[in-house]
């Protein structure tokens, strides 16, 4: 092995400050991510999951940020979807095990 590939192998940690193997995806001595971009990727994606799912974002009310009130009415429109989402699939199965 060259001296090329040698150093080609070998990254510098972004957050400890100490060298380690660049093939890894994690960091030996801190354990943080060494792919800049694939962190960003998966901070984003994180924040997408934080902010929830799609079906339950077309429900979220602007005002609920503020307000205990909204907060509960945004709550409960949630809860409501879940509910006839929970009906549909019972009967669903209900009428998957019926015979003929």
Known sequence: MNSSQ???S???CEHCLKWTDG????CEH???ILDKKY?????????????GTPFMKR????QAKNSFFWKLVEKSLQSGQMLLI???IIITIILALMPG
Do not use: D, H, W
């Open 86 to 88: 929970a009906f549909f």
């Open 23 to 26: 093939e890894k995806a994690f």
């Open 39 to 51: 962190r960003e990727e998966r901070a984003e994606l994180e924040k997408e999951q934080s902010e």
């Open 10 to 12: 070998i990254k510098k």
């Open 6 to 8: 040698t150093n080609s």
């Open 30 to 32: 801190c354990g943080e």
């Open 59 to 62: 429900v979220q009310l602007k």
